[in-house]
């Protein structure tokens, strides 16, 4: 069964600049994060779908930040502008949903992606 | 929000020997999960405990969880070179899955 697949690897920008990372998650698989983790720290919640509808975006920096998931599958992460607290790895992850659509279970993460902004 | 906290941040050990590390949190969870997360990688899930569980084994881990403490510890037996790793505790509560800061442990061969 292939995996979370993040693209791409390594980013490397400048201040102000645009950056978009993409996602395809595991086949089947109905709920999809966006996870933020800087270095040392644990991964935060940026974003989460349920098929191609929003459920969480509390923590999004929705004045730099936009996340979409069209058709319910793929997802893409743009940050415009970019600043220098945004260097971090962005993970991926995809869930199966529950009974009652709820989630219940194990995330199933990417290998993520390295944003470095200079 | 729910975050869990972890305990020890840094841990080094022998190989051999057994690693534990704790986690709290401050609200109620579904269930309370355990990741490892190597050095440039993705996190993967080792084992997860439900709110209604005490203890859960999976092979050489052991997790306990205390609701009424709001702790989780995870002990790894045996612990071998490839467990070099960041481990992380994710709290689950409504619907939402929270991580703490994680633990950087070291095995020396």
């Known amino acids: 069964e292939a995996g979370v697949a993040q693209s791409p690897r390594y980013k490397i920008i400048e201040k102000r600049q645009s950056v978009a990372f993409w996602c395809n998650p595991i086949?089947?698989?109905?709920?999809l994060y966006w996870y933020q983790q800087i270095l040392g720290q644990g991964p935060k919640l940026l974003i989460q779908?349920?098929?191609?509808?929003?459920?969480?975006d509390s923590q999004l920096p929705k004045d730099r930040f936009s996340a979409e998931r069209l058709k319910g599958v793929d997802s893409t992460l743009k940050i415009q502008p970019a600043k220098l607290e945004d260097s971090a790895v962005y993970l991926c992850?995809?869930?199966?949903?529950?009974?009652?659509?709820?989630?219940?279970?194990?995330?199933?993460f990417g290998e993520g992606s390295r944003l470095t902004v200079l | 929000s729910q975050q869990g906290e972890e305990d020890p941040q840094a841990l080094s050990i022998q190989e051999g020997e057994n690693a534990t590390m704790n986690c709290s949190y401050k609200?109620?969870?579904?269930?309370l999960q355990w990741y490892r997360q190597n050095s440039g990688r993705g996190l993967v899930h080792l084992i997860l405990?439900?709110?209604?569980?005490r203890e859960k084994h999976s092979g050489r881990l052991r997790v306990t969880l205390d609701t009424s403490k709001k702790s989780s510890s995870l002990l790894i037996t045996a612990s071998r070179a490839a467990d070099t790793a960041s481990y992380f505790c994710?709290?689950?509560?409504?619907?939402?899955?929270?991580f703490g800061k994680g633990n950087q442990v070291v095995v020396i061969p």
């Open positions: 992850a995809s869930s199966l949903m529950g009974s009652a659509g709820l989630y219940t279970g194990e995330l199933f």
């Open positions: 086949s089947g698989h109905a709920t």
């Open positions: 779908f349920q098929n191609n509808g929003v459920v969480d």
């Open positions: 609200t109620s969870i579904n269930n």
């Open positions: 405990i439900r709110s209604n569980e």
């Open positions: 994710a709290t689950n509560g409504n619907n939402r899955l929270a």
